[in-house]
């Protein structure tokens, strides 16, 4: 990440905090599962919330917003369940996680299962529907985000064969709505995400505003309240 990266996630994840504190009355527990160094951790802490965790399967990571003061966990969602109680927590933050597991069903039925009833969740994951993507794939590319494997990714327009994430799950804005009431969440809010820098594509990020058009798809989400915990599958 550059700077300027860093500084575009970071408004991101207060200006998504920052809504549900303001629509969701008082939140007590915040939980950031894929936490990674801590940064929503830290947001979280500074915008009051006094209880804050964090979950991620690097050790690296862990020891570090543990070292910051944070309750964090070493976690693989693809091998086991969150290690929270039931009806626990009042807002979930999962930003870019989604795409790397293989049992998406599992992850979001746990996320589900931690919240109490009426708790909050800010999701977010790239893009498949992209504006991007459905230009270079007419000219026979490989969509930006659907990468063919973990060391390397080949077939993309200007981007190195070695750049991979190892993406394992992709969405389009419509699957992605279908998927989440499908495991029982109700939609409260989706937005479209941007992360353009360059002055120049900008104006492209607001005229493809729209979360089925844009980078990433933003959804918040609410756990219906008196809703009963999801059984994996």
Same mark, same amino acid.
């Given at each position: ?7 575009? *996630? ?11 504190? *303001? ?181 492209? *990020? ?20 008196? *809703? ?6």
């Amino acid at each position: 990440f550059s700077f300027e990266h860093q500084s575009v *996630a970071t408004n991101e994840i207060h200006d998504a905090i920052s809504f549900i504190l *303001a629509n969701a009355g008082a939140v007590q527990s915040f939980l950031d599962v894929g936490c990674g160094e801590g940064v929503a951790l830290r947001i979280a802490r500074d915008l009051g919330i006094p209880e804050v965790r964090g979950c991620d399967v690097s050790e690296r990571m862990i020891e570090r917003v543990c070292s910051d003061g944070f309750q964090g966990a070493v976690v693989n969602i693809d091998r086991s369940d969150l290690p929270y109680e039931t009806a626990s927590m009042d807002l979930v933050y999962c930003s870019e996680v989604l795409e790397h597991v293989s049992g998406t069903e599992h992850l979001l039925e746990e996320i589900l299962r931690v919240l109490k009833p009426g708790g909050w969740c800010f999701l977010t994951t790239p893009n498949l529907g992209f504006w991007y993507n459905r230009i270079v794939l007419l000219l026979g590319y490989q969509p930006m985000y659907a990468h063919t494997g973990f060391k390397y990714t080949t077939g993309h327009l200007g981007i190195p064969n070695h750049l991979t994430g190892g993406h394992l799950r992709l969405f389009t804005y419509r699957a992605l709505r279908e998927f989440v009431t499908l495991i029982g969440y109700e939609i409260i809010k989706a937005v479209g995400l941007n992360t353009f820098t360059n002055p120049r594509y900008k104006a492209l *990020a607001y005229i493809f505003r729209h979360p089925s058009v844009s980078m990433r798809v933003g959804l918040y989400l609410k756990k219906p309240s008196g *809703a009963a915990p999801p059984r994996s599958v």
